[in-house]
């Protein structure tokens, strides 16, 4: 990621972004810029507490932000799962093994900034909204496809996030009835057959190479058979509930993200084609990749922290500088 210089006693703010694999934090600017940025191991396979491991990256990217002449004004810190933004509290997320953490309280006290507790996906959208492929927009739903999949319903240009803050959580949604088990109990559901790391395991589970990404597969996807078909079930599993969200939320459009999605018109081209094949008498919206790919959440990230801060974001604020757009 491209780093910049910063200038004297400028004000910043501090997001971080855990996911199940890795914890990605930035030092942002005034002007929405990165100046700086770390990517650590979120640690859930370990002794150590993954709070811990979260605060300890906070705490990092503060003391990074003073050596760089910035002064920290907010911390805004996203995870995946039942995330109540109002109380700071992330309420369940397995995958990080969060319960009930008060996030807000515990990453406030240790830096003694304003803080801002959001959920991923939601924080994406709030970027995508403000500065991305969903700006103008009154209304879009966006999908990160990473380790899981998530929707955000953005709705006048805030994220929807539902009477028990579990809004979107669209990858738990059955596109194969009775299908293959996912890790949340039930069978066939979208994130089996179409998240990067469902794709991954199941390729692995139906006799491919064990260790093989979805990057991988996309690009095996031309000589290898199981590659295709994994890949074709996926696209094809995607395009279905698509469809289902179009007709339930009837969106302006569709923004597919995460590293998934950089696989491009290979992704979105089949996704496409089923969902304009499933909706008989309606047109389908438009399905655009994200402008800030796996940066989103980040971004979002950094502007719940300004807010928390009391400070403006206005329009545009942390779009991508035009050489940096394709180098995500």
């Known amino acids: 990621m491209t780093r910049y210089s910063t200038p004297a006693a400028e004000r910043c703010v501090l997001a971080v972004d855990v996911g199940g694999t890795t914890m990605k934090g930035s030092v942002v600017g005034e002007d929405g810029r990165i100046r700086h940025s770390l990517v650590v191991p979120s640690q859930t396979a370990t002794d150590t507490e993954p709070i811990d491991a979260v605060r300890a990256l906070c705490l990092r990217l503060r003391d990074d932000a003073l050596a760089l002449g910035a002064t920290p004004v907010g911390v ?195 996704v496409r084609d089923t969902l304009r094949a499933s909706l008989a008498w309606r047109s389908a919206p438009p399905v655009l990749t994200s402008t800030f790919g796996a940066l989103a959440a980040q971004v979002g990230a950094a502007i719940l922290a300004r807010r928390a801060a009391g400070l403006p974001v206005p329009q545009g604020w942390g779009a991508p500088l035009p050489e940096s757009v394709g180098l995500r």
């Open 76 to 270: 805004g810190v996203v995870t995946p799962g039942i995330v109540d933004e109002a109380a700071g509290v992330v309420r369940y997320a397995s995958n990080i093994r969060f319960r009930d953490v008060p996030l807000r309280t515990l990453v406030g006290q240790d830096l003694g900034l304003p803080a801002a507790i959001g959920h991923d996906a939601r924080a994406a959208g709030l970027a995508e909204a403000v500065a991305g492929a969903g700006r103008g927009l009154d209304n879009f739903l966006l999908l990160p496809l990473g380790t899981g999949i998530a929707a955000t319903v953005v709705l006048h240009g805030e994220p929807v996030t539902g009477a028990s803050w579990s809004a979107g959580e669209v990858g738990h949604t059955p596109v194969h009835p009775g299908g293959e088990p996912c890790s949340c109990g039930q069978r066939g559901c979208l994130e089996v057959y179409a998240s990067a790391g469902g794709m991954a395991r199941r390729y692995a589970r139906l006799g491919g190479t064990s260790g093989l990404d979805s990057q991988a597969i996309a690009e095996a996807t031309g000589t290898d058979p199981l590659a295709r078909s994994v890949w074709d079930t996926a696209t094809h599993a995607l395009g279905t509930a698509l469809t289902t969200l179009t007709l339930t939320l009837d969106p302006a459009c569709i923004i597919l993200g995460g590293g998934l999605a950089e696989a491009g018109a290979q992704l979105l081209d089949p």
